[in-house]
């Protein structure tokens, strides 16, 4: 029975709700009239626990114990209906999934649930995240800023936080028979990335400027076009030097050794000579040290990051080039042999491309300026027909003055047979 109290000159309310006591102070002083009125609202509220209508937060917008009866209330009905709260449901997905996904793909999902998703659904009820829920979530996820550079989350980092999201309602809405919320939610627009290839005059004052003891690490990584990931993993059990081909069969990737990012990436790369002396320089130094190809003093193998910042950046600020990712020696490869006219397919192969279509998708302004495909080389094979230079000689002739020319004014008659 709910019963009011005097504290401080103000009513305290003092009921039971979801078997749990409750206190709270209203803004009535203790008066004969606000004790009647009070009276009044607290057998309202009686009637509505008894018909299960309550709201606390109606009642009490500022209690503390607001957003605990909630999630009790969120609680009760998944236990009533079978639905599992988000924080239940994700783990349960994870699991499932998690024999599908390379190690890196895990750790990366890993942080994405444990660091945005969970603060935000853990207690919520799947079935009750809605679409107002999604788009408010991924607005706030454009406000969040790192620690140090006060940088805004990308909008690349942005969707891959969101399509974790959505991967997990799509599954829960099939379980348990509720409309997915993420439907026809868009990903926000990625500006494309810059691709900034070296020129062959660069690669050669880069391999002439940097340090000996990388020279064939960055031979190897100019003319094979491989990612930082399958270098920093090529093993000497997978440089063939009878067949001159480097097979890529695993990537490392912050340490841990794995497939290769795609099924079309495990592919042979043929050998440049370049590369192939080059390889063959360094298997006299790390060859008896590591299993590892490339590998510190110590036969580990390398940290991109400890490369990139101690070898990479600093011989571009040294030769005064334009600072760049390491990873543009996989896009100044794919230009070269554009430039040198190699095959788009045998390109392709060498990239562990499926085809030709993420070729010319992502080097497509470079093609033109490497290989003279510009409309030239057709204009250079008409001219070089004789009736090509017939309708050259032709076209350039004086024009005659049409006020000159007489013209029959009456219409060609028709001929019949």
Not at 248 to 258: D, E, K, S, T
Not at 326 to 348: K, N, S
Not at 364 to 372: C, D, I, L
């Amino acid at each position: 029975m709910a019963s009011i109290r005097e504290r401080y000159g103000f009513l305290v309310v003092d009921f039971r709700y979801m078997n749990t006591r409750c206190r709270e102070k209203t803004n009535l002083t203790d008066t004969p009239a606000n004790r009647k009125k009070l009276a009044k609202i607290l057998e309202r509220m009686e009637a509505e626990i008894l018909l299960g209508s309550f709201s606390y937060q109606q009642y009490f917008p500022k209690s503390d114990k607001v957003g605990y009866f909630e999630e009790l209330g969120e609680r009760r009905q998944n236990l009533q209906s079978g639905v599992p709260l988000f924080g239940e449901f994700v783990w349960q997905w994870f699991n499932e999934r998690c024999i599908e996904w390379r190690a890196t793909y895990q750790e990366k999902l890993r942080i994405i649930i444990n660091k945005y998703l969970i603060p935000v659904f853990d207690k919520r009820a799947i079935s009750r995240i809605d679409r107002a829920d999604v788009l408010a979530f991924r607005a706030s996820l454009g406000k969040v800023t790192h620690k140090t550079t006060k940088h805004t989350l990308s909008a690349t980092r942005i969707n891959s936080i969101m399509a974790t999201l959505y991967m997990i309602l799509k599954e829960a809405s099939k379980r348990y028979n509720f409309n997915d919320p993420t439907v026809d939610i868009r990903q926000l627009k990625v500006e494309k990335s810059d691709i900034t290839p070296l020129s062959i005059d660069e690669v050669w004052r880069f391999i002439g400027a940097v340090r000996a003891d990388f020279k064939n690490y960055y031979i190897v990584r100019f003319f094979t076009g491989m990612r930082t990931s399958e270098i920093d993993g090529l093993t000497w059990e997978h440089v063939d030097f009878e067949k001159r081909q480097i097979k890529i069969r695993q990537a490392l990737v912050n340490g841990v050794m794995g497939p290769p990012k795609t099924t079309e990436s495990s592919r042979e790369i043929d050998m440049a000579p370049f590369v192939y002396e080059a390889l063959l320089a360094q298997k006299k130094v790390t060859f008896d040290k590591s299993e590892f190809v490339f590998c510190t003093r110590d036969g580990e193998p390398l940290s991109y990051r400890n490369v990139n910042r101690r070898v990479w950046h600093p011989t571009l600020r040294f030769l005064r080039l334009k600072a760049r990712s390491a990873y543009q020696t996989r896009h100044t490869a794919a230009t070269l042999w554009l430039a040198a006219g190699e095959a788009p397919e045998w390109i392709a192969k060498q990239m562990g491309h499926v085809n030709t279509m993420m070729l010319f998708k992502v080097y497509s302004r470079y093609v033109p300026n490497a290989t003279r495909q510009d409309g030239s080389a057709f204009h250079a094979v008409l001219m070089q027909s004789k009736h090509g230079k017939d309708a050259f000689y032709l076209a350039n002739l004086p024009k005659p003055d049409t006020n000159d020319l007489t013209w029959d004014n009456h219409e060609d008659e028709e001929v019949t047979a």
